[in-house]
């Protein structure tokens, strides 16, 4: 670490900062996102068993609200449904734009991240080149071992800075579809909940 820095410069320290909170956030993000824990297939399966049951109490929409952010989205709906289908639509909707947003948290911070950390390479290099440009005009260009190993330098911050960039922006991305996956599940789930509670859709024991 303190020869990446010493090699680098200055500069060096915010991008091995960016490196550290971009690893934290990847890590964060793919055990929160995970489809077992944002939409369980086991609670949604048990709820259309207690819907099919007429089983549904206030202690079971309790315990669907709490067990996952899906849960959250359909105890919602359910305790609006008796106010009517638009109601009901509404309370939904309304609890998946914040779960949404929940889904989303740290995608900016890390998205931000691969787009900062090449103009922070970037800008090490150009403070570096100036060194460089400047020791030449002292003494010369007669020492080319040392103008190459000061170019060398000058250059290490751009490939810090990609090297951070390039899989903070893949898993920007790869994470942006994750939720978009997830919402379409849940949005799935929420309509068939809507249709089956007035009466417009029948469904069996397991919820197909």
């Known amino acids: ?20 909170l971009a690893l934290a956030i990847v890590l964060e993000r793919f055990w929160s996102l995970r489809a077992s824990r944002v939409a369980p297939q086991t609670t949604l399966n048990e709820l259309w068993k207690w819907i099919k049951k007429k089983e549904l109490n206030a202690r079971k929409l309790k315990a669907l609200q709490a067990s996952s952010p899906a849960g959250r989205i359909l105890a919602a709906g359910l305790m609006n449904a008796k106010h009517g289908r638009e109601i009901m639509k509404e309370s939904i909707e309304e609890e998946a734009s914040q779960v949404v947003h929940d889904l989303e948290r740290f995608l900016n911070p890390l998205g931000t991240i691969a787009v900062i950390t090449p103009l922070l ?21 007669g020492n080319a071992a040392a103008l190459a190993g000061g170019i060398s330098e000058a250059l290490m911050t751009t490939a810090a800075g990609l090297s951070v960039a390039i899989p903070a922006l893949i898993c920007h991305r790869f994470f942006l579809r994750r939720v978009d996956e997830l919402v379409v599940s849940m949005e799935q789930e929420a309509i068939k909940l809507v249709e089956v509670v007035h009466g417009d859709r029948e469904i069996d024991i397991e919820g197909a």
């Open 121 to 141: 390479g970037l800008l090490g290099t150009v403070i570096g080149m100036i060194k460089v440009f400047a020791e030449i005009q002292l003494a010369g260009v």
């Open 1 to 20: 670490m303190f020869e990446l820095l010493k090699a680098g410069g200055i500069i060096m320290v915010p991008i091995i900062a960016c490196s550290i």
